[in-house]
C-alpha cells in the first residue's frame, strides 16, 4: 500500500475516532487533511480504493448517527425549557401553549353520580 493511502485511511480512522468520543472539534482539522489529499486518491489501484470507500462508508454513518443525535439533544432541550409553559396536543396532533388564554378546562358532575342510593347525596365542590 501507499504512503498516500496509508495517510488517507489514517485520517479516516481518526475522525471515527474522534466521532464515537464525540470530539467534533477535531473533526474540522482532519476534514483539511482529507481535502488536501483528495487528487492523489485518482492515481490509486481499485483495491485500495474500495478499502477507503468502505472507511468513509463507516464514517457517514458514525457522522449520520452524531446528527441526529444531536438534533435529538436540542429537541429535548426545547421540551425541558417550554415544560413551564405547559402544552398539550389537540386531536391532529398540534402543539398548543397552555397560557391561559385558549378554552378553560371545566368539569362538570353530576352529584348523584356521587352518592349511594341509601346515603344522602355528596356535593363533590365540598369534598
Known sequence: MTARAEK?????????ADLRRG??????AHAEDLRDSMPDLAELPKPVL???LREAEGNAACLSAAIMGLRDGRRRLDEIASANQGAAYD???????LDGTDRRLTIG???????????????????
Open 23 to 28: 470530539d467534533y472539534a477535531g473533526l474540522e
Open 50 to 52: 474500495a478499502r477507503i
Open 91 to 97: 386531536a391532529q396532533g398540534r402543539r398548543h401553549v
Open 109 to 127: 358532575s353530576n352529584s348523584k353520580d356521587f352518592g349511594m342510593p341509601d346515603q344522602e347525596r355528596i356535593n363533590p365542590r365540598r369534598v
Open 8 to 16: 488517507v485511511e489514517a485520517v479516516l480512522r481518526a475522525m471515527r
